[in-house]
């Protein structure tokens, strides 16, 4: 079948003649061995491996291949051209694998091969995408054409039949939930110095440093330091936050000297920036003036290996005994990729019950691009955001559409953006794209599931008898990474995480984990109308623009992961993509090494087809090296994926098993224990913005 395979690529390369072909990439002026400037040296690089991954169809394949052997024997581009050698052949390694054990697939391969074949067939530009859809991505299959019916079928996937609402739900969330949130930091801008910025000379000093060292992590849209205060999502969201508690106080949800406790991780790019974070934020929180309803607690990794250091593991030896628990609680931490600040953010609440505040029952999690659009909430929904959260569907049971028993012991709530909400609170986020498909998009869809099921699952209302937000609702699979929140009963007894290595979709994956625990699935319960505002492009432009190649990037190695981790927690993959299909399962792929370097050639060529030879040479230089890393994480039977996750997994249980015994201890007034409640509140009294001076 490898020569269907490399037909259906050389259709999507081949020379242009007559009428404009509908992929609209022509790569005959992209492989150009004579080229000696960097940024044509990696276009020719990537031209050269879409060139021979099509096989002899195409003219040029044998000079392509002899391009990219002799750049293997260079310095300067060896690691670029031996991650498209090593392409070419994982590619046609997992193409033979998945026919082999996949007649279905084999055979979509074939007719793909066969139609695509055609000129005449070329001109039909929805089904050209049909068609390679349906071998590199099926989960968009039929959507557009079908749309409704998909939507109608996703909603009754989806419905739950309640047996019992939470007799015992929040009533009052200003005192009941624990907030959280992530900072993000990441330098500057390079067009500005930093000894320009408004910040003391100990933050110039360590910026300078900084801007020398190797990036470690990417982030969406990071605060850059130094930023302006009206683009500082720290200073946005929290204070978007103190407004929504003045408006609950008018309603009569909140006493008048209710003040909310929010927790916030931070997170970095650049090595030396942790030395700096907490300051920073203690600066910008000082210069706007502080906050007044908010008690704000800033946690940096330092201030997380302190309590793994003086409290989770003296409580573990005193009261679990066994070997030394601290490397199994490296997972106690916020320093890393956006999973394990995410499992971070939901685990500490329950820390937090046990040795600070015991009325606390759920938390919380906002982005800080996001606020509580108050007025709109009331007027559309209904309700406002504190009424939501007294829902009795958070905690309900119930059962899913198979007839599974499921505790809806998570909440999630949808987004609307900033520029759509004058037409309706209940504008989706994500819509339909109706446009043109861009090359890279033949292979890899996501916006279409994406847009499909925030349609079926996070815009539906409980307006009628067949769901009645009463005897059914709908629980989510399809969440976002702020406006979602945990019962901590739910939290204690289900032991959900994301695994550290998940850079992108870390929400998705919170799901993952409990999957394979036997009996009662925790579920997320979907709370309509809890739609918080989304207004990342009102103030965050500039870092979104610095960051759009790292998410890029990160959203092929997603692809990589979830595949990896897929497989892992069921041998029946096909079985796991169904539950969380279409849009989180689409991430799952038979062959996801070939979507992963035919998404990432395209785009690379798209780049350079429109003249940006610059993001090209960064887009291929970064990428060569982040996706090389990624395929050796995913790498074998006991890959270092599986065992991070089964390490991970044994963490977070032994977490929650110190958290049980330390809280039996401190019912019994054990001395220790309450040692230990005691320097836990002074560490984290010293994480306080608050005491801090301000």
């Not at 210069?287 to 309803?293: D, V, Y």
């Not at 579920?523 to 998410?551: C, N, P, T, V």
């Not at 539950?579 to 090494?593: L, V």
């Not at 991970?648 to 019912?667: C, H």
Request: glycine share 6%; net charge negative.
């Amino acid at each position: 079948m490898l020569e269907e395979f490399k037909s259906i690529v050389y259709a999507l390369i081949r020379p242009k003649q007559g009428a404009v072909f509908p992929i609209a990439l022509d790569l005959t002026q992209q492989f150009d061995e004579e080229r000696t400037d960097k940024a044509g040296i990696a276009q020719t690089l990537n031209a050269a491996f879409l060139t021979v991954v099509a096989g002899q169809n195409h003219q040029a394949a044998s000079s392509a291949l002899g391009f990219l052997t002799r750049m293997a024997e260079s310095p300067e581009w060896r690691d670029a051209a031996e991650f498209y050698l090593s392409g070419i052949e994982r590619t046609r390694h997992e193409i033979k694998t998945a026919c082999r054990l996949d007649s279905e697939f084999a055979d979509r391969l074939e007719t793909a091969s066969t139609w695509l074949s055609n000129k005449e067939n070329l001109e039909k530009r929805q089904k050209v995408a049909e068609h390679f859809w349906s071998v590199f991505f099926p989960e968009a299959n039929s959507l557009r054409t079908h749309w409704k019916e998909h939507s109608e079928d996703l909603r009754k996937k989806r419905t739950v039949a309640i047996t019992q609402l939470n007799e015992t739900p929040i009533i009052d969330p200003a005192r009941q939930i624990l907030f959280t949130a992530n900072v993000l930091l990441t330098l500057p801008p390079a067009s500005k110095s930093a000894d320009a910025l408004p910040l003391s000379e100990h933050l110039r000093k360590t910026l300078r440093l900084a801007k020398s060292e190797p990036q470690l992590y990417w982030y969406d849209h990071p605060i850059q330091i130094g930023v302006a205060p009206e683009k500082n999502e720290v200073l946005y969201g929290l204070r978007g936050l103190e407004d929504a508690l003045e408006f609950e106080r008018t309603r009569g949800n909140a006493t008048n000297d209710a003040k909310l406790t929010c927790l916030l991780s931070v997170s970095v790019t650049h090595h030396s920036l942790k030395t700096i974070a907490r300051r920073y934020i203690e600066e910008e929180f000082t210069k706007a003036g502080g906050l007044h309803n908010i008690e704000v607690y800033v946690f940096s990794e330092a201030d997380t290996r302190r309590l793994v250091d003086d409290i989770l593991a003296p409580a573990a030896i005193r009261y679990l005994g066994g070997a030394d628990p601290q490397e199994l609680l490296t997972v106690f931490g916020v320093d890393g990729e956006y999973g394990r600040h995410y499992s971070f953010l939901k685990a500490i609440a329950a820390f937090w019950q046990i040795v600070m505040e015991p009325e606390i029952k759920a938390t919380f999690k906002i982005d800080l691009d996001q606020v509580f659009p108050q007025k709109e909430l009331v007027e559309q929904a209904g309700a406002s955001a504190f009424e939501h959260f007294t829902t009795p569907l958070w905690g309900a049971q119930g059962f899913d559409s198979a007839g599974r028993p499921i505790e809806l012991g998570l909440i999630a709530g949808a987004l609307v953006n900033e520029g759509d909400i004058g037409k309706s609170l209940f504008t989706p986020d994500v819509g339909a794209p109706n446009r043109d498909l861009f090359p890279d998009e033949h292979i890899f869809f996501s916006m279409l599931p994406q847009a499909l099921s925030t349609e079926a699952e996070m815009m539906t209302r409980y307006s009628s008898l067949a769901l009645d937000g009463k005897r059914t609702c709908i629980q989510r699979v399809h969440v976002t990474g702020g406006t979602n929140g945990i019962l901590i009963s739910s939290l204690r007894h289900h032991r959900p995480f994301t695994p550290s290595f998940f850079g992108r979709a870390e929400d998705q994956a919170y799901i993952f984990s409990v999957y394979p625990n036997p009996g009662v699935k925790l579920a997320y319960a979907h709370k309509d109308g809890l739609i918080m505002r989304h207004d990342k492009k009102a103030f965050a432009q500039e870092a979104i623009q610095s960051a759009h190649i790292g998410k890029l990037l990160g959203d092929y190695v997603r692809i990589l992961f979830f595949s990896a981790y897929g497989s892992i927690l069921d041998d029946n993959i096909s079985r796991l993509k169904d539950s969380f299909d279409p849009f989180t399962g689409c991430f799952i792929s038979k062959i996801p090494a070939t979507v992963v370097y035919l998404r990432f050639a395209l785009k690379a060529a798209s780049f350079f087809a429109e003249g940006q030879d610059e993001q090209g040479l960064a887009f291929i230089t970064d990428g060569a090296r982040r996706i090389a890393t990624a395929l050796e994480f995913v790498q074998g039977e006991d890959s270092p994926l599986k065992r991070q996750y089964v390490k991970e997994r044994r963490g977070w249980d032994l977490y929650y098993d110190i958290l049980s015994v330390l809280e039996d201890a401190l019912t019994e007034n054990d001395h220790f224990a309450l040692d230990l409640q005691h320097k836990a509140k002074l560490i984290i009294g010293e994480c306080s913005v608050h005491a801090r001076g301000q």
